[in-house]
């Protein structure tokens, strides 16, 4: 089995790169993806020390993208999953991360700020000892569940941080089309992570949305995932065969930031991912 999709303490997750290895290892996996948002230093960490481990080390990324359609300047929210089968990225796709954490940064300081005019009492250096070196909306989720004023990481969201919810502040993301030409553009494969979520859009707008990634170069979907039950499974098979896609799969493991999630068998339907879907996504490299 495999996991292609995992979180460290480099971005949002709360397991440091190393211990995921260990982790995978103790669970038997043969194959992960270290895929933190928005930078490299999780892989980066654990590549020199993945084949000690016994393990196929993915390079990989999550990005933080939005969906502009015509006349909407804002869209909604598509994350898109990038993997480098024959090694990491250069510098110049690098150094375009670098311009996306500032953004990350920038959208931190605003919520403090917001939360603040609620009268929740946190300030930016307690968020960045909770979330060094990227602090993610979890990291705040963390730290109102630790002062109290929520008593589980899913209120946090509902209440506060969650796209609808009281303190939430949009961060300026790049066009999923642009996330995925950077990709393209550094080698790299992309998937569209976890699907179901987008059909908050509706049904019209999702499929505009996934056409036009498809037109843009998306190669991949996301079908095995911690949010997905069996049925979703089948589904998403069936739209990545539909678009000529290849599937990818991983349990979106983020360590106590998403507490029944479980490396390498999501939470759900606790469906273990075949190794033949990195073998398949690979092949689909090579055509």
């Not at 953004?103 to 700020?113: C, I, K, S, Y």
């Not at 946090?156 to 919810?165: I, Q, S, T």
């Not at 990195?278 to 055509?287: D, G, I, K, Q």
């Amino acid at each position: 089995m495999i996991d292609l999709h995992i979180h460290t303490t480099e971005s949002d997750g709360s397991t440091p790169p190393v211990r995921i290895l260990e982790q995978a290892r103790d669970a038997g996996l043969e194959a992960v993806a270290i895929s933190d948002h928005d930078t490299l230093a999780g892989y980066d960490a654990t590549a020199p020390l993945a084949a000690a481990a016994g393990l196929d080390l993915v390079c990989g990324i999550e990005l933080s993208t939005r969906w502009r359609s015509a006349g909407d300047s804002r869209g909604p929210s598509v994350h898109i999953l990038a993997y480098f089968l024959n090694g990491a990225p250069g510098a110049g796709f690098r150094q375009w991360l670098v311009e996306l954490q500032a953004t990350r940064h920038d959208r931190n300081r605003r919520l403090v700020e917001r939360l603040q005019s609620l009268g929740v009492a946190i300030t930016m250096e307690e968020i960045r000892a909770f979330g060094r070196p990227l602090p993610g909306r979890p990291h705040f989720a963390r730290l109102l569940v630790e002062k109290g004023y929520v008593r589980t990481i899913e209120e946090a969201f509902k209440r506060y941080l969650g796209e609808f919810a009281r303190a939430y502040v949009a961060r300026e993301s790049p066009d999923s089309a642009e996330g995925i030409h950077r990709v393209l553009d550094a080698g790299g494969t992309p998937s569209l992570a976890h699907p179901k979520r987008l059909a908050k859009m509706g049904a019209a707008k999702k499929a505009q949305a996934i056409e036009g990634m498809v037109n843009a170069g998306l190669r991949a979907v996301e079908a095995y995932h911690s949010e997905h039950t069996r049925q979703d499974i089948e589904t998403y098979k069936a739209l990545a065969k539909r678009y000529g896609l290849a599937i990818t799969g991983g349990s979106d493991f983020h360590g106590e930031n998403k507490p029944g999630v479980v490396l390498g068998m999501g939470s759900i339907d606790r469906i273990g991912i075949p190794s033949q879907v990195l073998e398949n996504l690979r092949a689909s490299l090579r055509s």
